[in-house]
């Protein structure tokens, strides 16, 4: 069969105005939405952070209260988690696995729209914490009792932080069972599951840890709204365990959900800009099945100060993920040895992924050992290692995966230029923020504190974290211009500019309604490829 070009450039027609953005069932509707919507979430959570970081770059207060000060953290890191980094991964599985797979459309789209709105609710709620008596939560992202009974924090602001956490929850919850079951049920003709492609197993494992793990989350806050009101749930020392044993069990595997998306869309875009098939794709199919297994065990890694977990178990576990870690690693490095490598943007954020999420995965190898742990617990170190895993790793695959896939989604490229700036100005920003908490965590600066004394010796890694900060608000703010360039008078980016392996690339750019008038044979997990590769062949056996 020869190989299929892929279609003209279309427009999608402007079907019902506001209510096809509001009811729009279309996965990439529904996914650009949830996209959208985590994007302003995160750019939010970011105001929040800047200005803790400015309140930390000298002692002293200087611009906001300590309860003041402890809203901002709560609701730094609940934005980026509940609504921000979590749905972010979630709309890329929205957009792109049905593409990927060659279905017509999500399954049950009509779900997977109560999910974004549920996820959009628990957004605005939590948010609305502001506007109360006593403020917003001020228990941190992760409520830990009795910290955030209603003795410690009084008011209707934790009662609405703890339904927008439910709701978000329960959002997040029906997308990935959307994406599961697509995955599962509406693969092409040909497509078995190891010819799927490596993003799709990436939204598989995530989807599953999704469906185990984020309920529970939804019955630790109902208890928790119980306690708050009524009491009797999460008494003395014991309750404030088991409240932490139901809150890791969610709150370790959402780690790898904010991850794993990313790492399958960095896996994409190094095949791509390697110009090579993906090397390894069984070993990482079964890389990825392990971590996700192993994740799903390790959550009380992180109460290794309670005494109250078998530290030997969960430190063991906990180092094992080295493992699965290390052959997805070994595999993106052999996709790209020998490739004819092109440092387009997407590429450089998939490198700037590769290298500093390492900093973050061995650093947690570090905090996995119950001695070190002891040191390091609840200290900047802690800090340090969340936001290289995070923002060092996630959000920089993130906008691999969106400077990968923008043209695909609207049809128009987004700036060379722009881009390689913002990348640079964002890894020095990042590197210039994270890496000194580390150093401020080890001589015993403790995370969660508004202030400290200049006999501490802070200030100056504090000024270069701070400063670090703000040149990551210009970065995202060169994005932001870069996007807004791209919509006026972007570059017509046709159905496959990268010369991509899966079949998204096989349709239109937008793609239209339900996706495709016509699909190539599927005999691997790189179609587009196996096309190429054929056409090559016969090109180089023709008579001269």
């Not at 998204?504 to 790189?526: Q, Y």
Request: charged share 10%; proline share 6%.
């Amino acid at each position: 069969m020869t190989a299929l070009a892929p279609a003209p450039v279309t427009r999608p027609t402007p079907a019902s105005g506001v209510i096809e953005w509001f009811a729009g069932t279309d996965h990439k509707s529904v996914g650009v939405r949830l996209g959208v919507t985590a994007f302003v979430f995160f750019l939010a959570a970011g105001v929040l952070a800047l200005l803790m970081r400015s309140e930390l770059a000298e002692p002293g207060m200087q611009l906001v209260s300590r309860n003041t000060y402890n809203q901002l953290f709560t609701m730094h890191g609940s934005l980026m988690i509940y609504v921000a980094i979590t749905p972010l991964a979630l709309a890329l599985g929205t957009y792109i696995v049905p593409l990927q797979v060659g279905a017509a459309e999500i399954l049950a789209p009509r779900v997977a729209l109560v999910g974004y709105w549920l996820l959009l609710a628990g957004g605005i709620t939590m948010c609305t914490g502001f506007l109360t008596t006593h403020g917003a939560a001020r228990a941190g992202w992760t409520a830990f009792d009795p910290l955030s009974d209603s003795v410690n924090s009084p008011g209707t602001g934790m009662d609405l932080w703890i339904i927008g956490v439910t709701l978000a929850a329960l959002g997040a919850t029906l997308v990935a069972a959307c994406v599961l079951g697509t995955i599962l049920v509406r693969r092409a003709p040909g497509m078995t599951m190891l010819r799927i492609p490596v993003f799709c197993w990436a939204m598989l494992v995530t989807c599953l840890m999704v469906v185990m793990s984020f309920p529970v989350l939804v019955v630790a806050m109902a208890l928790l709204y119980v306690d708050r009101h009524f009491g009797g749930v999460f008494e003395g020392a014991g309750g404030a365990v088991a409240y932490q044993h139901l809150f890791w069990f969610y709150g370790h595997p959402v780690v790898y959900v904010m991850f794993f998306p990313f790492v399958g869309a960095v896996a994409e875009v190094v095949a791509t800009f390697s110009r090579k098939r993906f090397f390894g794709y069984k070993a990482i199919v079964l890389s990825l099945l392990v971590f996700a297994a192993i994740s799903m065990s390790v959550w009380a890694h992180h109460m290794f100060a309670t005494g109250q977990v078998k530290n030997q178990y969960f430190a063991l576990t906990s180092m094992l993920l080295v493992l699965p870690a290390g052959v997805e690693y070994f595999d993106m490095i052999g996709t790209m040895m020998g490739g004819a490598i092109l440092l387009r943007t997407p590429m450089l954020f998939a490198l700037g992924f590769l290298i500093q999420f390492l900093v973050g995965g061995l650093s947690g190898i570090f905090v996995a050992s119950p001695p070190l742990d002891y040191h390091v617990h609840d200290t900047f170190v802690i800090v340090a290692h969340f936001h290289y895993t995070l923002f060092a790793g996630s959000v920089f695959a993130f906008f691999a995966a969106v400077y990968y896939w923008w043209p695909k989604m609207t049809g128009r490229m987004l700036g060379e230029g722009l881009g390689k700036l913002q990348f640079w100005v964002m890894v020095i920003g990042t590197n210039l923020t994270f890496m000194p908490m580390f150093f401020l965590g080890n001589d015993g600066m403790v995370r969660r504190i508004a202030d400290y004394t200049p006999q501490t010796g802070w200030q100056h890694l504090n000024e270069v974290a701070t400063l670090g900060s703000y040149l990551i608000a210009v970065s995202v703010a060169i994005f932001c211009v870069n996007v807004f360039r791209s919509l006026r008078a972007g570059t017509p980016a046709g159905g496959d500019p990268w010369e991509g392996q899966t079949l998204e690339w096989a349709t239109s750019s937008p793609p239209p309604r339900h996706n495709f008038d016509r699909l190539p044979p599927v005999r691997s997990h790189a179609p587009l490829l196996d096309l190429r590769e054929e056409r090559q062949a016969r090109g180089a056996g023709a008579p001269a």
